[in-house]
């Protein structure tokens, strides 16, 4: 599924949040944005966006409109705090904060793409990294507004390197071919990712269907595991 060749469906979405009242233009440039999200604002979490453009008047956009500012679409969240269940991590609740569902440059956020994308797809459960576990509220605020369904979600923890940040090529050998010409075969590194989620004792090499046999997504660790790349 390609986004680009989707952009009718998500126009469909932001008519369906526009007829509702739902959405406002937002002027702010980046500079803007980033000072505005610096200033303490009630409940919202650090880094939102306080709805700076929320109230401007008719002339005030205009004025803006005329100084060749595209604006970009804001969903009006009115700071609505959103609770989930997440499958490893337990309940969860976030403030909504103003945001983007339509760029300035008039492509589609992510947060409305892939919220519509889901739905399309029939996704009744999204497993994902535990760094998007923040973005989650922001998701469900739109799938609700849009009279979406929405799954379930499940934030596993990551995988980081020797220096604490996430595992990435400049580590070193990340990748199964890296590891196969380091002289680790792929059965060793699934034994080393197994015993990082309690599925493998230590020096124990077990199969496929030894795996799916002990799989138990409750008893996952909830923290990040650190390996040596």
Request: net charge neutral; proline share 8%; with cysteine.
């Amino acid at each position: 599924m390609r986004q680009s060749e989707r952009l009718e469906r998500y126009a469909a979405a932001l008519d369906r949040l526009d007829a509702g009242g739902h959405l406002y233009p937002c002027f702010c440039t980046r500079a803007e944005i980033r000072q505005a999200a610096s200033a303490p604002h009630g409940p919202l979490p650090e880094g939102a966006y306080p709805g700076t453009c929320r109230e401007l008047t008719a002339a005030q956009r205009a004025e803006r409109e005329r100084a060749g500012r595209p604006p970009a679409l804001r969903l009006r969240a009115e700071q609505a705090t959103v609770a989930f269940t997440d499958r490893l991590l337990g309940r969860h609740q976030g403030v909504v904060d103003d945001l983007v569902v339509r760029r300035n440059d008039g492509a589609p956020a992510y947060n409305l793409a892939v919220v519509v994308d889901d739905t399309a797809q029939g996704v009744g459960e999204v497993v994902r990294g535990a760094d998007l576990l923040e973005t989650t509220p922001r998701q469900l605020h739109v799938a609700h507004r849009l009279g979406l369904p929405v799954p379930r979600y499940a934030h596993v923890p990551l995988v980081l390197g020797p220096d604490g940040a996430r595992l990435a090529k400049r580590h070193g050998a990340v990748t199964l071919a890296d590891r196969a010409a380091a002289g680790q075969p792929a059965e060793l590194v699934r034994a080393q990712l197994a015993r990082s989620v309690g599925l493998a004792a230590a020096g124990e090499k077990p199969s496929l269907d030894e795996l799916l046999a002990r799989f138990d997504p409750s008893a996952l660790p909830t923290e990040p595991t650190v390996v040596a790349a």
